[in-house]
């Protein structure tokens, strides 16, 4: 027997309409917020994600499925932003858009090794926008983060918010770090000696206890920043507090991709263990220029959909409030039940039947089990009589319907 790859999840229909319940409410609020949705390939060049996110990152050194043909090296996208950045360039969207904000979903790709909250192939709900440097969009986009959460159910949450500054600001601060954890070098973790060596900013973001000390006790400060970059944080900050958006400044808060710059924000949840992230973006001002495109700048952020559902309090269930279930007794009332059955749907009345050739307790019972609004039984005295037998489960009361009227009686109950 076959079974599921480690790190791959089946998602039944019962959750399967806890996913679609997400999805149409961040649908609805990137929609007030005046972004547009973007479809992206799940494939691209991994030379992409080498240019994007770093050789350095952890992703592309150990977490990417690569898929070679020939000369060519393609990847499952690990993240969102990247394939976002080169469709702009492609497309050439400057030209005809400018500015311009985008909202996607879909499954993101990383070989790693499979735990609570972290799987190998799992899905983001993400926004991009790109062309302002306007420190009112950073605001914007946390503070759209707060409002798809608080319309998701979620509570509980902390939103951590940080500035890197520019490029030579990042540069003044990485220099900071590795003159401060020379000395400590021997108690860093494994991976965090290499990280001191090729890109020493992501010993921040480790998780391992003995390099989380060893940072905790350099006492950071926005010291590295220039002038420029510690007016647009305040400013940043000063929307935030307008918009009353609950946040904390933390200035370890780094991300662990190489492309960000200025404002970094991660929100956590309690609920989710050590993996407590939920969603985490920033600004990333210089990507579009490095992988060819025109200086534009730009920031984003995502969600990672099964965490999410991972620390909602509100549990969707199958309902099937409106559907409406035909039981045919005999083989002249399957026939005309058939026909009826396609009359409900070409009319946007959501309607099924049994296929399985129950007897009626067993129909009624798959029937209650649907959770069915109404069901419909035609038999041999109803064929006679041209009417159908019309049962509320609801209420439990039942009535004859004349067929011609059948269909604006739904209707109507429904409207």
């Excluded at 129909?363 to 041999?380: E, P, T």
Aim: hydrophobic share 40%; proline share 2%.
């Amino acid at each position: 027997m076959f079974k599921k790859i480690a790190g791959t999840k089946d998602i039944l229909p019962l959750e399967a309409t806890q996913w679609q319940s997400l999805e149409d409410a961040a649908r609805k609020i990137f929609e007030l917020y005046n972004y547009r949705q973007i479809r992206l390939p799940a494939i691209e060049e991994a030379a992409l994600f080498d240019r994007s996110l770093g050789d350095s990152t952890e992703i592309v050194q150990k977490q990417m499925f690569l898929i070679k043909h020939g000369a060519d090296v393609f990847a499952l996208r690990p993240e969102g932003t990247a394939g976002v950045v080169r469709a702009y360039i492609e497309n050439q969207l400057d030209k005809t858009e400018g500015f311009i904000k985008f909202y996607y979903t879909g499954p993101m790709f990383r070989l790693e090794r499979p735990q609570k909250g972290r799987l190998r192939q799992f899905s983001h709900i993400g926004c991009e926008a790109i062309g302002s440097a306007d420190p009112a969009i950073d605001a914007e986009l946390i503070s759209l983060a707060d409002c798809l959460l608080t319309e998701f159910g979620i509570s509980g949450y902390k939103i951590k918010i940080n500035t890197l500054g520019c490029a030579k600001d990042k540069k003044a601060l990485a220099d900071f770090l590795r003159k401060s954890l020379s000395k400590e070098l021997g108690k860093l973790c494994a991976d965090c000696k290499i990280r001191y060596k090729k890109n020493v900013l992501r010993v921040l973001d480790c998780k391992e206890e003995a390099s989380r000390r060893l940072v905790r006790a350099i006492k950071l400060d926005q010291g590295h920043l220039c002038a420029d970059c510690r007016d647009n944080f305040l400013e940043v900050r000063r929307y935030l507090d307008n918009l009353k958006v609950g946040y904390e400044f933390d200035p370890l808060l780094v991300r662990g991709l190489d492309y960000y710059t200025r404002t970094v924000f991660e929100i956590s949840h309690p609920g989710l263990g050590a993996q407590d992230a939920v969603g985490a973006g920033g600004r990333y001002d210089n990507l579009l220029k490095e992988l060819g495109g025109p200086d534009q700048p730009a920031c984003g952020f995502a969600f990672g959909v099964e965490r999410l559902l991972l620390v909602a309090s509100q549990k969707s269930e199958v309902t099937n409030k409106d559907l409406v279930f035909l039981i045919a007794l005999g083989d002249k009332a399957k026939q005309e039940s058939v026909k009826l059955l396609d009359a409900l749907r070409k009319n946007n009345i959501s309607a099924d039947t049994d296929y399985e050739n129950k007897s009626l307790k067993g129909a009624m019972r798959r029937a209650n089990d649907l959770k069915a609004k109404f069901v419909l039984i035609i038999g041999d005295d109803e064929l006679n009589k041209n009417v159908v037998t019309l049962k509320d489960m609801q209420s439990g009361s039942q009535e004859e319907v004349k067929m011609d009227g059948l269909l604006g009686r739904l209707i109507n109950n429904d409207t």
